[in-house]
Structure formats: structure tokens, C-alpha cells
């Protein structure tokens, strides 16, 4: 008895079927072959990362980051805050620094401002925040410049009042400068895309960072928590909350 040489779905092309010992002469309502289908897996994107980082969005584990820690970051987060980590290091012998200067709009300091420096608090880090540490009366730009001076990391929120801010040269525009003169910048967009800060501003545009619509303030403020932290016994080690 002549033996069928096709798979178990049948033959690849009709004439394949005529060719067969066993098939030859009954290709009449034949059916061709057709492989077996696979359905792709889904690929995650822990901590997103579409329009902040410019990149896979992998998770990854920077090297500043306890083994304990919960906190994910992706691979783009890590490329964009080492450089600003190792400048952390260099400058951890200076003393009486605060952790994080902000950089915000006017406008923002009852709003989105004040959020964030609420949540950076909660994991213990400390804040120069100008609704904190400017004294009525005393000239605005002086204080600001001491805070930049003070602090091992600035903070820009980006927002939409901030990018109106940015265009119209005020205050804002003077703390962005000096931190862009340094590896001391993480942008941190609220409510408001990165392609427009690009418009407004291409080199603040063209440094990675973080995206309120991708995470929470919360995730973000655990993530600045660990890039600041300098030393084991410290309280910041952050924890994402759900």
C-alpha cells in the first residue's frame, strides 16, 4: 500500500498531491497545506517610556539601586540619570547640599509644584522649593541662585504654564539655564508632551527623562529618592506605590 509523503494537513500545491504514490489522481477537492499558526507573545513595557525616554522600554536595574528595591526603571531612565548620578557622587563630600533643587513655574506652586515636592518629601528627600525657602522680601533671584548652588540635582516640571514661561524669558528660563550648564538636570513632563517642549526649548527637549502620563508623580518621586540617596542607612529607599 502506497504510503502519503505530506504533512498531516496535506500536501503544499496541487501539484505536490499529484506527485504522491498515494494521493496521485485524487487531487479533487483537495486542501493545501498550511502551517500551524503561532500567536505572538505580548511584550511588556514596565514604567512605559514611549515619549521620555526614546527607546525600548525594558525594565532595567540602575547600579545606584538597592537589590531590596521594588522601584523599575526603563533602560532609557538609566541611560538619561547616570550621568546625573555620577555627579550625585562627585559632589557628595560637599557638605549642607540639599537633595533636589525644583524648578517649576509660578504658576505651578499651589498646583503640580507642590505635588511633587510633597511626594519627594514622602520618601525623604529634602527640597528647595521656593515656597518654602524664599523669605518675603528678599530679592528672588539671589535665592535662587543660592539654591542651585545648594542642591545636587534640579528638578524641571515641565508644564504647560512653565513652557509659557520659557517663552516669555521670566524666571523659569534663568534656573533652566544654569542647570542645563551642568549634569544636574532631570526634566519631568506633567500634562504637556516632550515634542512641545522641543519647540519651545531643543536642549532642554533633547534630554531624557520622565512622563507623568506614564507614571505617577509617586513612581517618579521613588525613582529621584534612589538617584539622591548616598549612603546605606538612608530612610529613601523607595518603594512604587500601586
Known sequence: ?????????????????????????????????????????????????????????????????????????????????????????????????????????????????????AQLEVFGVSVWFSENDVVLGSPLLREIDKGLARSRVGIVLVTPAFLRRIKGAGIAEKELSALLARDLLVPIVHDTTYEALRDVSPLLGSRSGMDTSEETMADIAAKIAELVALDDNSETEAQVRC
Not at 500545491?13 to 498515494?22: G, L
Not at 511584550?43 to 531590596?68: C, E, I, V
Not at 557638605?95 to 509660578?106: K, T
Open 1 to 117: 500500500m502506497a504510503r502519503c509523503t505530506a504533512p498531516v494537513n496535506g500536501h503544499r500545491s496541487a501539484a505536490a498531491a499529484e506527485k504522491c504514490p498515494a494521493c496521485s489522481g485524487r487531487t479533487r477537492g483537495y486542501s493545501s497545506y498550511s502551517p500551524p499558526a503561532y500567536s505572538r507573545p505580548a511584550l511588556s513595557s514596565p514604567g512605559g517610556g514611549g515619549r521620555s525616554g526614546g527607546g525600548a522600554a525594558t525594565s532595567s536595574k540602575p547600579r545606584w539601586s538597592r537589590a531590596s528595591s521594588s522601584v523599575t526603571y526603563t533602560s532609557a531612565q538609566v541611560r538619561a540619570l547616570t550621568p546625573v548620578r555620577e555627579s550625585v557622587e562627585r559632589r557628595a563630600s560637599l557638605p549642607d547640599l540639599r537633595d533636589v533643587f525644583l524648578c517649576h513655574a509660578w504658576d505651578d506652586r499651589k498646583d503640580a509644584a507642590k505635588v511633587l515636592h
